[in-house]
């Protein structure tokens, strides 16, 4: 079991930054692929970013060049650093760590970016 809590949150006026943390309990995150989406209201969850146990990146097309992605597997946490935020960046973020072998896939409880002037 792993047990995710995100921060970082908050709001931001357009062309500002945030960074987001996720705290991993109960497991190794360096055992497991580690991911952030996002869900606005009225939309499907989305993936933003994601690294691998090796540490390869990958980014939704939206974000490229914005967002990075990082992990410490020494603090167990990993990060999203959101530069040039625009307005449609608003939305929960959530965390999540997924792994094949054995199975597991979970998530954070979610945290609310909001991108206004």
């Known amino acids: 079991q792993v047990q995710l809590v995100e921060s970082g949150g908050g709001l931001v006026q357009p062309g500002g930054s945030l960074r987001l943390s996720c705290a991993a309990s109960g497991s190794a995150i360096r055992l497991y692929a580690m991911g952030w989406y996002r869900q606005a209201p009225g939309k499907q969850r989305e993936l933003v970013a994601a690294?691998?146990?090796?540490?390869?990146?990958d980014y939704a097309d939206f974000v490229k060049g914005r967002f990075t992605i990082s992990r410490d597997n020494a603090k167990n946490t990993v990060y999203l650093q959101m530069n040039s935020l625009k307005p449609e960046d608003t939305a929960v973020y959530y965390c999540?760590?997924?792994?094949?072998?054995?199975?597991?896939?979970?998530w954070g409880q979610g945290t609310q970016v909001t991108v206004s002037s």
């Open positions: 999540n760590a997924r792994r094949i072998i054995p199975t597991g896939d979970y």
């Open positions: 690294i691998t146990s090796g540490g390869s990146t």
